[in-house]
Nanobody, 125 residues
Framework: QVQLVESGGGLVQAGGSLQLSCVASGNILAINTMGWYRQASGKQRELVISITSDGSTNYADSVKGRFTISRGNAKNTVALQMTSLKPEDTAVYYC???????????????????WGQGTQVTVSS
């Protein structure tokens, strides 16, 4: 069974920094893209930042120059370093694994997208 487990998050003052981490576990063969989405209260979930297996990144304009994403050597971990945080960054942040290739209980190769449970980031002014 594939799972994404997030850690980090919490409460920080405006201008501060936080780091989020995500680990994907299970019978994983490869993950194409890992990234972070966020959903503020009353708003739709939006892409924050993502990184492919070859290191290509995609950023929301609102976080360029402030947020950085990195993948671990094992390629099934991803970290989000957030700096110069603003109150408008307050949201629940979700880890996403896109194009995750795994083997099921019968040994069959499967591909699917997975989400973490979400972690709250609150930036006070």
């Amino acid at each position: 069974q594939v799972q994404l487990v997030e850690s980090g998050g919490g409460l920080v003052q405006a201008g501060g920094s936080l780091q989020l981490s995500c680990v994907a576990s299970g019978n994983i063969l490869a993950i194409n893209t890992m990234g972070w989405y966020r959903q503020a209260s009353g708003k739709q979930r939006e892409l924050v930042i993502s990184i492919t297996s070859d290191g290509s990144t995609n950023y929301a304009d609102s976080v360029k120059g402030r947020f950085t994403i990195s993948r671990g050597n094992a390629k099934n971990t991803v970290a989000l370093q957030m700096t110069s945080l603003k109150p408008e960054d307050t949201a629940v942040y979700y880890c996403n694994a896109g194009g995750l290739v795994y083997t099921d209980y019968l040994g069959r190769r499967r591909v699917n997208d997975y989400w973490g449970q979400g972690t709250q980031v609150t930036v006070s002014s």
